[in-house]
């Protein structure tokens, strides 16, 4: 029996052909499961994917600062600052009251008629510090006991003089005992002016206006 070469040649052929095939198939395969397989990991643009990515930055972005810690010198200074004003405005309402017993004294006449020239003439008590002021009532005071029939002071120039050198020394003590300029004196005193009398306080100003009068009729 003849065998026909050509004929299982053929065969051969197209079996290796097919088994080529089959395979180069599933090497496709393969590669489009292992690339569908990366689409899957592919992040979206969802906004929710990128609100949680950039959560960090966002939380970096609204925390503000740490603030710095007070310093304790800049708090101890402010404090001793503010007692220092206290100080020194209670020094210049004592002083204010020295200089009114001391008008009353020199031009003969109450504490209380001294309140009253300096109403009159639109002053408060606080601007008896000013030694101009001190002419201005020392000579309404006179003008007033001279209206009155009432004795007067002997030398008036000579005693507006003493007075406006009183004030100027009493002005350089506060200055000088709490450390004051010019400025900051004048500071407290229109904050001394400003302040509202509350009912004791001005209880006890009358009270001791009242006293002082009785003790010198």
Known sequence: MKIDSSYYLNKLLEAQLTSTTNSTTEVETSTTNSEDGMDAYIPSNSEDEILYANYDDILTAMTPPPMPPASMTDTEDSTDSTDSTTESELAVSDSVQSI?????????????????????????????????NIET?????????????????DDLDQTISDLKSSVEDTVSTLESDYSLTDEELAAIIEQLKTKPLNDTTLSELLSSLGATEETEA
């Open 100 to 132: 009114i017993s001391n008008i009353s004294e020199t031009m003969h006449c109450q504490e209380g008629t001294v309140l009253d020239t300096l109403q009159s003439l639109g002053l408060t008590p606080e601007d008896l510090l000013d030694s101009d």
């Open 137 to 153: 009532v020392a000579n309404a005071l006179n003008e007033g006991a001279i209206a009155l029939g009432i004795p007067t002071v």
